[in-house]
């Protein structure tokens, strides 16, 4: 694209102009990264237009690649023209300038900007365009454009606003880089954490599952009923297990840490746990700041959850309650029912051994043991006084500090 007369101002420092009163301040704190940029993008669009006297405006984003620009978000543009503008090259002009300099450029010659769109916007109803670079830390993440329907100029001051602008514009889609960046990094880590969930809780009884297959096919080929009993038994067994296992990996997923932390989490089950299960539940806390770690917290949670889920299925209790209570060497859970006791059959385990399948409960308390382990505490399974069931989890002090082992 070719353009006449065009007029770079200098680089400036970020000076913060005061008693503008027309950029909402709380707006520009609100630039902080949450993935999705488009809304506040067009909010500050509408500012800066009223500021600077623009009929329209677009905030362009260098791609991944380098090698275009993608309109993010606009304001006041035709259809047509923003579907013609969606991508263009980098190299586009002064906007192609803009976005590998730091710099506020004019474009007069705005009919050249018009070649790749089939309406006469550019040259009638825009007659001049100006290009801010959108900067961070020595680096050129795209540009903003103004769209004038005359020959408008602005004053040093009015520059100097539109290129502090461009630096805020720059700090959010810097900011919104960290946020994809993370998400993806979070996304990898927790397909790699399913990875070893399923792997350490289902792989297994499934190699054993198809291991038996074979054999009971060849009881059941040689008419042997008690062999053939026996393997059909254990498959049984083992499919069993894998359910149960892949319902607990898939819970485990599903179930998202409260942002207000474990203890609002655990008042959030308690509240709604009689009307599901019909067993009251009381959190009971004596420990005054439990200085724990996002991740921590989450296999505190759930922990406390399966023991919770435990106690619905197999307690038949009345009442449960999950108290936190700290000392010098150690923090402790304990998840505590009325109900029949660990050495008492309760009404789905009868269920269960009435189908002939064997109990398959276990592999929650292993799976709680093994993140105990995870933490560097332990579990502690055994009857509870006057009856009942008591789980506790117990994290040791860290050693010369006021907070827990790391996990």
């Not at 275009?68 to 090259?89: D, F, I, T, W, Y």
């Not at 560097?376 to 860290?398: E, H, I, K, Q, Y």
Request: glycine content about 10%; charged content about 20%.
């Amino acid at each position: 694209m070719t353009l006449a007369r065009p007029s770079i101002s200098p680089s400036i420092s970020p000076i913060v102009p005061v008693g503008t009163g027309v950029i909402d301040p709380g707006l520009t704190a609100e630039l902080a990264p949450d993935g999705n940029l488009t809304p506040l993008l067009e909010r500050f669009l509408i500012a800066i237009l009223a500021l600077a006297g623009a009929q329209a405006g677009a905030v362009r984003v260098l791609t991944d690649d380098g090698k275009s620009m993608s309109l993010v978000a606009q304001q006041g543009l035709p259809a047509n023209v923003q579907s013609a503008e969606r991508l263009v090259s980098r190299d586009c002009g002064m906007c192609g300038v803009a976005s590998g300099t730091d710099v506020l450029v004019w474009v007069d010659d705005v009919k050249t900007c018009g070649k790749h769109v089939d309406h006469a916007y550019f040259g009638i109803q825009c007659q001049r365009v100006l290009a801010i670079s959108l900067p961070h830390g020595g680096q050129v993440l795209g540009v903003y454009n103004l769209f004038f329907d005359s020959n408008a100029s602005i004053d040093p001051q009015m520059e100097t606003m539109l290129r502090l602008i461009g630096q805020l514009l720059g700090q959010a889609l810097h900011n919104a880089r960290i946020e994809r960046e993370r998400l993806r990094v979070t996304v990898m880590k927790e397909r790699q954490e399913m990875v070893n969930e399923v792997h350490d809780t289902i792989a297994q009884t499934l190699a054993y599952v198809r291991m038996r297959l074979p054999l009971l096919n060849e009881a059941m080929l040689a008419h042997d009923d008690e062999r053939s009993r026996k393997y059909l038994s254990d498959v049984k067994n083992g499919v069993g297990e894998v359910h149960d296992k892949l319902r607990e990996v898939m819970t485990y997923f599903r179930t998202r840490m409260d942002p207000l932390g474990l203890l609002h989490a655990l008042q959030g089950v308690a509240d709604g746990y009689f009307d599901r299960v019909g067993i009251s539940l009381e959190i009971r806390n004596s420990a005054s700041g439990l200085n724990l770690s996002d991740e921590q917290e989450v296999q505190v949670f759930y922990i406390i959850q399966e023991a919770l889920a435990n106690i619905a299925k197999h307690s038949m209790a009345r009442r449960a309650i999950v108290s936190i209570g700290r000392n010098a060497q150690q923090l402790e859970f304990r998840i505590e029912d009325d109900g029949l006791g660990m050495d008492e059959p309760s009404v789905s385990t009868l269920v269960t051994l009435a189908k002939g399948l064997a109990p398959t409960n276990h592999f929650g308390m292993e799976i709680m043991q093994s993140r105990a382990k995870r933490l560097g505490g332990s579990l502690v399974v055994g009857p509870n006084d006057g009856g009942g069931t008591r789980v506790s989890l117990l994290l040791p002090m860290a050693p010369g500090r006021q907070g827990f082992a790391s996990v």
